[in-house]
Nanobody
Framework: VQLVESGGGSVQAGGTLGLSCAASKNIADITFMGWYRQAPGKERELVAGIPTIGSANYADSVKGRFTISRDNAKKTVYLQMNSLKPEDTAVYYC?????????WGQGTQVTISE
């Protein structure tokens, strides 16, 4: 199974971007879908996650600006990013957790300029 990400790019501060991540094959028993990011010289951090049962959660730094959603039938997770800031610049990775396995996307670059 591969996770195929799309939607990264470069925008100015205050702009918007949308990311999507689709599984190449069916994944059974998904428990969690989420987005992480890693900026140069920093550790990878959770940006937003949405469990199969429960509510979405967000990093404090993105609350009110980012929205995560999922389409279970399409095995796809989305991240809508509004009011982007230069500090949001990073490589964004999607992650899908299932009972038996965990999958990561290849990463997509998001660059926010002043």
């Amino acid at each position: 199974v591969q996770l195929v990400e799309s939607g990264g790019g470069s925008v100015q501060a205050g702009g918007t971007l949308g990311l999507s991540c689709a599984a190449s094959k069916n994944i059974a028993d998904i428990t969690f879908m989420g987005w992480y990011r890693q900026a140069p010289g920093k550790e990878r951090e959770l940006v937003a996650g949405i469990p199969t049962i429960g509510s979405a959660n967000y990093a404090d730094s993105v609350k009110g600006r980012f929205t995560i959603s999922r389409d279970n039938a399409k095995k796809t997770v989305y991240l809508q990013m509004n009011s982007l800031k230069p500090e949001d610049t990073a490589v964004y990775y999607c992650r899908i957790e299932a009972i038996l396995s965990t999958y990561w996307g290849q990463g997509t670059q998001v660059t926010i300029s002043e």
